[in-house]
């Protein structure tokens, strides 16, 4: 199975594209020109020279049509012209979107919220994907850059998600929970990712107040994916 991050060249894309492929994932790294992808993939493995990783970079279009599954790691106000580009390779494919709504994207502070009109980031990108079978989940919104980067060490977080198939949801906590110390947690509908987006920023929030680069959260006494 190959993992397309779509917008891949940022430090969450990136992270993510990494800890993957250290897990043994064959990653494919986008960006919106393609050699800014190579560049990226090259330095990542010069920086990763002790693993072995099975990462290629490729223009976004090419990795969202060579890519099994596509998770999509754009700032909000690259999110609707990055899927609407890629629109056409995403036929029946399982698409994570890490996109969090906050005020950066309109010049304001990164701790507040941009409500949208469809609700969330992640239902803007199944609307745009509406009639191509693609089954949209929201994922990674709550697993800090820092987190990520911080290789090899463990990343002390739950991944909440949220989507509306079902096994498409059991098939990314399969790819979610190959990162050391993720628990991946189902919250339910893909209307969940209203609130699940909502707690990104509460957490920057958190990581500013307390001068830390790893606030995450851990969800208690529940299994980590509802199997019933």
């Not at 949220?162 to 399969?174: N, Q, Y």
């Amino acid at each position: 199975m190959k993992v397309s991050i779509i917008g891949g060249t940022g430090p969450q894309g990136l992270g993510i594209g990494e800890r993957l492929a250290i897990a043994g994932v064959d990653v494919i790294i986008g960006s919106r020109k393609e050699e800014k992808a190579l560049e990226v993939v090259e330095q990542a493995k010069k920086d990763l020279a002790d693993y072995d990783l099975n990462m290629v970079g490729m223009a976004n279009e090419d990795a969202a049509k060579e890519g099994d599954v596509l998770i999509i790691t754009v700032p909000l106000a690259a999110q609707k012209p990055t899927v609407e580009g890629i629109k056409e390779f995403c036929t029946d494919k399982i698409v994570m979107d890490a996109t969090v709504p906050l005020e950066t994207a309109i010049g304001g502070k990164p701790f507040r919220f941009v409500d949208l009109m469809e609700g969330s980031a992640a239902e803007r990108t199944a609307s745009i994907l509406e009639g191509t079978g693609a089954k949209v989940i929201c994922a990674f919104c709550n697993i800090s850059n820092s987190h990520l980067s911080n290789i090899p060490e463990e990343i002390d977080c739950d991944c909440l998600i949220a989507g509306d198939d079902k096994e498409a949801k059991e098939t990314a906590a399969e790819i979610i929970d190959k990162i050391p110390g993720i628990r991946t947690i189902d919250t339910g509908i893909l209307e969940k990712a209203r609130i699940i987006e909502k707690i990104t920023p509460l957490l920057i929030g958190l990581n500013i107040k307390y001068r830390s680069h790893y606030g995450g959260l851990r969800i208690t006494g529940i299994p980590a994916l509802d199997k019933e």
